[in-house]
C-alpha cells in the first residue's frame, strides 16, 4: 500500500507500510458504561465496539483488557533545554490539537 498525503505545514509525506497507524482520540472514559465504544442491545448484551465481541462490562472501572491506552503525561522541562522532551511534549500537543 502506499499513501501519500500533506500535513497542515504542507509538507508531503510518503507511506510505504502495508500496516499503517492511526489514533482516533476521545475522551478516556472512567469505565465500560461512560465508553462511547460501549453498546447494549435490546436483550441486555453490552457490545464493545472497541474489541468488536460481546463482553462484560463494567461500571465501576476500566478493565484491564480494555484496548484504549491513555495519553502519556508531558515531560517536565527544566533549566536545561531537552531536545527529546521538547519534541515529545509537542507530540503530544499535535495529537491533542492542544497549543500553548
Known amino acids: 500500500m502506499k499513501a501519500e498525503w500533506t500535513n ?3 509538507l508531503s509525506i ?3 507500510s502495508q500496516n499503517s497507524k492511526a489514533i482516533l482520540v476521545i475522551d478516556m ?3 465500560c458504561w461512560g465508553c462511547p465504544c460501549n453498546e447494549v ?3 441486555g448484551m453490552s457490545w464493545c465496539n472497541a474489541l468488536a465481541k460481546n463482553t462484560i462490562h463494567s461500571n465501576v472501572e476500566r478493565q484491564p483488557w480494555c484496548p484504549l491506552k491513555p495519553l ?3 515531560l517536565q522541562a527544566d533549566w536545561y533545554t531537552d531536545g527529546y ?3 515529545f511534549n509537542a ?3 499535535e ?3 492542544e497549543t500553548e
Do not use: A, F, V, W
Request: hydrophobic share 10%; glycine share 8%; charged share 40%.
Open 8 to 10: 497542515r505545514d504542507n
Open 95 to 97: 495529537i491533542t490539537g
Open 14 to 16: 510518503e507511506t510505504t
Open 85 to 87: 522532551k521538547e519534541g
Open 29 to 31: 472514559p472512567r469505565n
Open 41 to 43: 442491545d435490546s436483550d
Open 91 to 93: 507530540c503530544l500537543d
Open 72 to 74: 502519556p503525561h508531558k
